[in-house]
Nanobody, 114 residues
């Protein structure tokens, strides 16, 4: 099970930190990612981090503004979001993928508006 937290309402230029806690004892084998789905849009990959934390991927739209990190000892993955823009408004989902199994969180709403 994946449980996200940290969403909310923020003004443009502001920051938010999303967190995702995973239950289970094999968190370290999963690549973890953050996806988002804006109003009327398809779900898209925002950032991903490899199982060891050594490799990361970012969508071009968030490069330089968002940072993904993980703590395998605490089974958590975080997304630090800086310089938020109105177009970042979406429901953000935590994702775990081992190549064989895939899990999703329930989503957390991020709204960027003045």
């Amino acid at each position: 099970e994946l449980v996200e937290s940290g969403g909310g309402l923020v003004q443009p230029g502001g920051s938010l930190r999303l967190s995702c806690v995973a239950s289970g004892r094999i968190f370290a084998i999963y690549a973890m990612g953050w996806f988002r789905q804006g109003p009327g849009k398809e779900r898209e990959l925002v950032a991903r981090i490899g199982s060891s934390g050594e490799t990361t991927f970012y969508d071009d739209s968030v490069k330089g503004r968002f940072t993904i990190s993980r703590d395998n000892d605490k089974s958590t993955v975080a997304l630090q979001m800086n310089n938020l823009k109105p177009e970042d408004t979406a429901v953000y989902y935590c994702n775990a993928n081992s190549g064989l199994y895939e899990f999703w969180g329930q989503g957390t709403q991020v709204t960027v508006s003045s």
